[in-house]
């Protein structure tokens, strides 16, 4: 699969208003908080927000007409002990919901400085060879979510009895472990993949988590880094309560009793920069390893829940299934959280998505626009009906929570909703693109956003002479299901003559990117060795 340019970036269905005004304590900088988004998970009528700037978690409530506001901060420290102190950052860069826990998980990466425009040659050296190792990034938690009979609504808590059963406590707690020494570094330090890789800071293509779910009593997480020769990688945990209160531990549940299982995808060379459930797949947001201009793509991996041993995810069981907006108005605007969304006026779920550095048109006053994408449609043959069928009836689901509001709809790329990969929403009625006649949509205005330049003609790829692919294995001639938003998708690379591992062509790595989005193939094109292709 080859990556697509501007032309194909899949527009929005709807926009929410993130009200991410100043925190009443005053212990975080408000501008910190919108400039630095990194995870998001919808619970019932709350969106939970983590930063990769701070130590907070940040909590905005339904407030109606597609706002989201009554903004509060909450210490992470508060509920758990972190290993650094309480003032220094986590990272959060995942958080999941397995109710009654919200699941956090910070980068597990060390970090590089990075030089300032201008800086003389003293001072760039200077920075890029100081390499921080920051022990709070270092975090795997749970935190139990209680309903609060004073302020109203979920706050996180240190223990609370549990709302299903009363003589049951519910207690926050991380994995065992200080710091850069916790159980999931040393569970890894002898991994032959990884191993070499822990010691990288994470935007060098180290050892940098940055996606997280939960589903099935175990937890996906995804990895920006390493990609190796193109293959991403998720690993696959269990975490379990130890004697000791307040802390967790890894079960064996890999190969020869390792304590986790690896799964291989072929994200055409991006590493994992979200990842969420529906049911028994996986979404997966994949995004550049290093400080790349390059696509923010989502790809639908099939059958993910239901491994039960280490797994490879290519061809048809990992398909692109749209591009999201990225770069559009120069470096910025980066895709970094993902959840599954509830509002009225969707059937069924969408897909809702938060940006770090967001772009200057996302940004009014204090408050942010956060887009919300159709998922895949299961009408024709997208992500499988049963799975579809299961979230599309319009209730809350468990780990979704209620519906929720949105701002504004319009036609996506337009035709249908099953034609936009949309989530089933309703016709639309008066003016072409227009809101539908119905009293939740009455008065919510369209989006400002521009519509998506169309994509050129393109000339038919021939197919390579020695083409061989395993029999079952050959993708759809319209290179995608229908109903899927899909690029075109050339032909496979033919695999290397007496080889077992398919090599890639020599290609430009981005053949349609639009030189004015700064890309430079000198200055950014992965420099491989003579013969590695």
Known sequence: MTATGKGTMTQPLATIRLELDAPPDGSVEAKDIRESLSAVMQVGRHLWLGCDETATLERLTDLGDGRWGAHRTFKIADVLDLPAGADDEVDVEGLAWDPPYLW?????????????????????????????????????????????????????????????????????????????????????????????????????????????SSAGGRLFLGLRGPV?????????????ETKKGGRLK??????????????????????????????????????????????????????????????????????????LPHDVEGPGDHPEGMCRFQAEGLRGDGLLVVYDSPAKRRQRGGDLRADIFGMPSAAGGGLLSRIIGAIGGGGAKEGAGAAGSVEAFDGGTGGSADERGGAGLPETGGEEGGAPDTPEFRGLSRSEDP????????????????????????????GHEPGLVSPPQPPRPPAEQGGDEPRRQEQEPYPNWPQEQGWDRNRDQPKWEEGEG
């Open 228 to 240: 190796l020769r193109g293959w991403a990688i998720v690993l696959e945990l269990q975490p379990v």
């Open 104 to 212: 956090l998980i910070g980068s597990h990466s060390r970090k590089r400085q990075k030089p300032e425009p201008g800086d003389d040659v003293k001072a760039v050296a200077k920075a890029l060879a100081d390499v921080d190792v920051d022990d709070n990034r270092y975090m795997l938690a749970r935190i139990p979510l209680e309903e609060d009979a004073e302020s109203g609504g979920l706050v996180p808590r240190r223990s609370c009895p549990d709302p299903h059963d009363p003589s049951k406590t519910l207690t926050a707690a991380r994995l065992r472990g200080k710091g850069r020494d916790n159980a999931l570094m040393r569970a890894v330090s002898e991994d032959p993949h990884l191993r070499k890789f822990i010691r990288l800071p994470g935007k060098d293509n180290g050892f940098d988590i940055e996606g997280l």
């Open 250 to 323: 890894l079960a064996p549940i890999g190969p020869d009793g390792r304590k986790y299982r690896k799964h291989y995808l072929d994200l055409d060379g991006l590493g994992v920069r979200e990842i969420t459930h529906v049911g028994n797949e996986m979404l997966v947001l994949a995004g550049p390893t290093m400080d790349v201009h390059a696509p923010a793509t989502v790809f639908h991996w099939r059958g993910a829940v239901s491994a039960e041993a280490d797994s490879v995810a290519a061809g048809r069981t990992l398909r692109r299934v749209m591009e």
């Open 451 to 478: 519509e998506p330049e169309p994509e050129p003609e393109r000339e038919p790829v021939p197919e390579p002479e020695g083409r061989h692919e395993p029999e079952g294995s050959r993708e759809p001639e319209s």
